[in-house]
């Protein structure tokens, strides 16, 4: 049995290996790092992405973070981890994958400028990460794993293990989820053991029972080496109470990028990442059927908005940065009148990225923009309610384009995306999608638009009532790993067949227009929707490019019944009672109204679904 040590005499490290983007620190590594050093236990913090970004220039090393399609970033890895006999098949995987190099003539290289990398220059720089530390110094080396990060952090554990037998190998993280962490653990001999889960118990109580020189058999969360098998806790429970949890470590990384002269370049974009809640309100009542996150750990927990508020305070004082992103699945819409209202109140300067619910209110959207959110992941992912009904999206067209209409007046960007493939889907569904699309030109493109994808945990991989066959690992994973890892166990993404869907072939339109209202938005040639406000009624501007500019009057009942569906959406029984309210010497009837809202709805205008209405046109007064 191994004498017990002091904590304070414990050494620890904890490391970000490439593909993690180098333009923000590792909320992962950070928090984490502040809970074990809240142990007692000192901690070095080592952030080998940073290295990678000097060496190949920011510009190509965050090109080849944002691959995510496929494994391109663990297959780069491979030879790296697994050795020289996975340095062949090069040309299989760029036939295969072609669009995951369509981008190298942005940077003036070829294939060549890959096969590069896998063979000498990734290989020889985890040789000098092995070699820039004594890995003596320290009994655990923990890496985080999260998308692309697994492969190079199996080629340098691999190799502290070998040199530094004594040291303690960890792994933790999304990649180490249920069993998929156990496949690794079992797969490589040198991993000693494997979080799975919430780490901010299970990793010091890691700790605590190896400095005492005890196996850590009973750690809730942990998978460990055994002799020849591997010894498994219970499931980790969920952290309840958020606000016991400590400011994230981010001091090491920005001392890291200054000394690698990376500062200069990311200056400008330097966001720092903050955690105020986990898991998913709505998905704890309805998962949406595609979405594999939280794993085993949806339950929904947030801080208190005192707590986050002095969280940002703590960090804009210590690293002098006022640009936040959100790692939250969805924001806690208790927020709204508390958090973000005390930032307007208290006149910070703080900007924020969130990830959020389409069915903010406009009030809502305001409130957030005041508070200083600058662009929101609002999770809309079609524009028609039956696909959004058969996703369990819990919100209808309407209401995701009222939230895009908003955000686009109050200044917020949105990232969305449009996704197809949902058993039950019809042609109609996409042709009145399409519609939509066209009407709604005048605000911010979708990302991009394509078939969903399979992950681990989503409800399309658990629950067999859906129509999934021949599930099987992402075609891109046999390229990284070696045969004797069980990609079945060990995947996170799957190809797989859905019954009941429609052929590709039904999206090439909405494809097409996609491609260039991107191009376009990019290109600065974006189209434009407002109305003025006159004494008589209100002026609507349309400006869809140099052909097709005008400008419509709109005067009497016609323009009150615009005004009143500019904030949300009304039925014609609702506008009707307005209308009569707004001016009682006239009586408006509910088929008068609807004609109204026809008219509108067939110029472009308005759009309309479930005999609802919305206007969206902007209004022209930035302070209206």
Known sequence: MAQPVAPADFGVALVCMPFASADRPSIQLGLVGAVAEAAGFPV??????????????PAVYELLCERRSHMTGEWLFAPAAFGPDHA???????????????WCTEIGQDESFFVDLRRVRLPAF????LAAVDWDRYRVVGFSSLFQQNVASLALAR????????????FGGANMEGEMGEEYARAFPFIDHVVSGEADDAFPALLQALAQGVRPRHVPGLVSRAGPGLERGAPAAPVENLDRLPVPNYAPYFRQAEERGLRPYY?????????????????????CTFCGLN?????????????????????ADRHDVCSFVAVDNILDVRYIPTLFAEIERARLDYSFFYEVKANLTREQIRTLHRGGVRRVQPGIESLSTHVLRLMRKGCTMLQNVRCMKWCAYYGIGVNWNLIWGFPGETVEDYKDELEVLRAIRHLEPPVGYGRIWLERFSPHYTDPAFPVRHRRPEASYRYVYPDHVDLVKAAYFFDYEMGDTLAPETHRATHEFVSRWRAEWAAGERHSLTYRRTAGGILIDRNRGPRDQHTLKVTGANALIYEFCSDTMHGPRQIA???RRTDERHEYTVEEVRAA????????????????????????????
């Not at 070095?44 to 220039?57: G, I």
């Not at 339950?299 to 707590?307: D, E, I, L, V, Y």
């Open 44 to 57: 070095d913090l080592l952030h080998f992405n940073l290295d990678l970004a000097a060496e190949l220039t």
């Open 88 to 102: 062949g098949a090069e040309r299989e995987y760029f036939e295969r994958f072609p669009d995951e190099f369509s």
């Open 126 to 129: 985890v040789d000098r990460c």
């Open 159 to 170: 190799r502290i293990k070998e040199r530094h037998e004594g040291v303690a190998i960890v």
């Open 267 to 287: 200056q400008a974009t330097y966001t720092v990442p903050y955690e105020s809640a986990r898991g998913c309100w709505w998905g704890q009542k309805h998962h």
């Open 295 to 315: 794993g085993e750990t949806i339950g929904f927990r947030s801080k208190s908005p005192q707590r986050v508020l002095a969280e940002l305070s703590a960090l």
């Open 577 to 579: 009672e307005h209308l």
């Open 597 to 624: 809202l026809t008219e509108f709805c067939a110029a472009g205008l308005m759009l309309g679904e479930d005999d609802k209405y919305l206007a969206l046109a902007l209004p022209l007064n930035p302070n209206w």
